[in-house]
């Protein structure tokens, strides 16, 4: 099963519990394990196998039991009988925006909806029919409520089709910038997964500090949209022309910071923030932190001081996932996050030099792709162009092809050079930085664990990225064996490329056993790519954070085929973040002379 297959069980128990007025507190642990294992990077089919079910937040010993007996048997007869006890057609309806387990059960059995393959229809042709408005508890409003949700679940609109985070990222900047037109805006951030910069993400929520909320709500609700959805005098809710729901909240200037903070954490997060704050006598809400005894309300205008106030440090929003951050905040053993000024080059893009690929060529020149780079203030750039095809190449072809590539950009890069160093004459800038290049090559691991080039061609490259393209459905035995193969095939293997090889929406990753992989690279020193390209975000967070614990180096790359891709680095740098990586873990914040030694593996 995958992780949403996981997530949406875990729900249905939940709800399940939730109509037969079970502990409320066992309600809560299944929707904070739906919650984590939604979002969790790697797959719980794979944690199972290394024993790190429990290691998953919000996964108890009860739940990883019956998740044991899932994976053994393939069903829990556990959750097999909860789910029995209530009407089948009810979990269909928790798809539709606003109906909730309560509200479904009613609506199934006072309508008599009883076949789960047809009860959205069926519940369409009620409402339209006019039944729903005379149920206790509805009436009109809700009817046409209900007939406009149904709507929005036929178009495909609901909240599971999450969408890559670079794309909900530029969703909301665009917002953002709309909102910060406003005279009165103070600030302007996005909330809840998206802040914390999670792989995937459903609705775009942001938050607006200002004294003058009813501007700012009228200029959100001018952004491009199919419809209102709500509108009050705390906020906005929109469905955005591209099918997205947007959602607007605003605050005073004065109690901005609780609002931000209780918006911005995961649920588990702010779960174990409030079981802190109870022991001191505290709690928390969206407007601050009242006392329990007193009932005296203190408003805070920044998380710092949120945090504070509780006897914490600052902790970054991507660190919100109740990984232990809550106890590294009070032992002050927090990471220091790396930052993007910390990079110092990007080792992974491709060129238009066509040395007759196995994938596609990249868009841009040498010339633009290291004019680039030196705009970044990098100090390096490594041109890691796919291999030569083998199927349509000999080795001899092969390896005059790598000949003749490293000539080839020795001219490139000296013209372009030179050109640089006439212009800076001319202009007088001594601000312009030149970078320099490594000439590598991403080179494909064949199913059997050989690389796609011969090692006589390594001989004209600096290193390479070794990736998995192909073949990703072997068993996890035999990818294990395969990688191991390939890290320690040749000296000049210093990166892996992307490693799970995932493309988020479309394809989960290999199934390996990540332990073995980690030592084999931390043995031979060879660095796991954070790979910033927007489809694949990989290594994962959670492998990451592996990593890191492990003491395993990493670098953050691009993958850029086209000059504007290098400006997704930033994506890499949060997956790094949320790893609890610092820059002493990433390879590439090297400057170029340490650098070069390590790639040259040079004492």
């Given at each position: ?514 332990k073995e992989v980690f030592t084999v690279a931390k043995a031979h020193d060879i660095a796991l790519e954070i790979n910033a390209y927007p489809e694949r975000l990989d290594l994962p967070d959670t492998l990451v954070y592996d990593a890191v614990k492990m003491g395993i180096r990493l670098c953050i790359d691009t993958d850029a085929h086209a000059v504007e891709h290098m400006d997704l680095m930033r994506y890499g740098i949060s997956v790094a973040r949320r790893g609890w990586a610092s820059a002493h873990d990433i390879v590439n914040t090297l400057e170029y002379n340490e650098f070069y030694k390590w790639l040259a593996r040079k004492s």
């Amino acid at each position: 099963m995958t992780n949403l297959e996981i997530a949406e069980l875990l729900r249905k128990v939940a709800a399940a519990y939730l109509v037969l007025n079970e502990n409320r507190f066992r309600i809560i642990a299944y929707e904070r394990a739906a919650d984590s294992v939604e979002h969790l990077t790697s797959e719980v089919k794979d944690m199972w196998d290394d024993g790190k079910l429990e290691d998953i937040p919000g996964v108890g010993g009860g739940i990883a039991s019956q998740l044991n007996e899932l994976f053994r048997t393939g069903k829990s007869k556990h959750w097999n009988e909860v789910l029995s006890q209530v009407p089948q057609a009810i979990f269909p309806l928790l798809l539709v925006p606003g109906l909730g387990p309560k509200k479904a059960y009613t609506l199934v059995t006072e309508l008599k909806l009883k076949d789960a393959n047809t009860v959205i229809p069926d519940l369409e042709k009620a409402a339209k029919a006019g039944k729903i408005a005379p149920m206790e508890g509805f009436g009109d409003k809700s009817q046409s409520v209900i007939l406009d949700s149904i709507a929005i679940y036929k178009r495909g609109q609901i909240k599971e089709n999450r969408m890559p985070l670079p794309y909900a990222d530029e969703i909301a900047r665009e917002l953002i910038a709309h909102l910060k037109k406003v005279p009165g805006v103070i600030r302007v951030d996005a909330l809840g997964s998206l802040r914390r910069q999670v792989s995937t993400i459903g609705d775009i929520d942001i938050a607006v500090a200002t004294d003058k909320p009813e501007p700012v709500i009228s200029q959100f609700v001018k952004f491009s949209h199919q419809k209102i959805v709500d509108q009050g005098g705390s906020g906005a809710t929109l469905l955005l022309s591209n099918g997205r729901q947007a959602d607007l909240r605003v605050q005073s200037q004065k109690a901005y910071g609780a609002m931000l903070q209780y918006f911005t954490g995961s649920k588990n997060h702010n779960i174990r923030l409030r079981e802190l704050a109870l022991t001191k006598g505290m709690s928390l809400s969206e407007h601050g932190i009242k006392s329990v005894r007193t009932g005296k309300l203190t408003k805070y205008a920044t998380e710092e001081a949120f945090y504070k106030a509780i006897g914490l440090s600052y902790i970054s929003p991507e660190l919100r996932e109740d990984r232990g951050e809550i106890e590294a905040s009070r032992n002050g053993t927090l990471p220091k996050p790396i930052m993007l000024d910390d990079m110092k080059g990007d080792l992974h893009v491709h060129s238009s030099y066509d040395l007759e690929p196995s994938h596609d060529l990249g868009k841009n020149s040498v010339a633009e792709l290291m004019t680039k780079a030196s705009d970044l203030g990098y100090a390096y750039l490594g041109f890691s162009d796919h291999n030569p095809g083998i199927t349509n190449h000999s080795k001899e072809k092969i390896i005059d092809i790598m000949k003749r590539r490293r000539e080839k950009y020795e001219q490139l890069y000296t013209s372009w050079k030179n050109s640089v160093q006439k212009r800076t004459r001319l202009a007088e800038d001594s601000k312009s930085r030149r970078a320099q290049y490594f000439l590598m090559c991403e080179v494909d691991i064949l199913p059997d664990g050989k690389l796609a080039l011969p090692d006589e061609a390594l001989e004209y490259v600096d290193a390479v990225i070794v990736s998995v393209h192909s073949s990703f459905t072997q068993p996890k035995a035999q990818t294990t064996e395969r990688l191991v193969r390939a890290l320690t095939s040749h000296p000049k293997v210093r990166i892996l490329g992307h490693p799970t090889g995932r493309l988020l929406g479309s394809r989960e990753g290999i199934d390996a056993d990540w332990k073995e992989v980690f030592t084999v690279a931390k043995a031979h020193d060879i660095a796991l790519e954070i790979n910033a390209y927007p489809e694949r975000l990989d290594l994962p967070d959670t492998l990451v954070y592996d990593a890191v614990k492990m003491g395993i180096r990493l670098c953050i790359d691009t993958d850029a085929h086209a000059v504007e891709h290098m400006d997704l680095m930033r994506y890499g740098i949060s997956v790094a973040r949320r790893g609890w990586a610092s820059a002493h873990d990433i390879v590439n914040t090297l400057e170029y002379n340490e650098f070069y030694k390590w790639l040259a593996r040079k004492s």
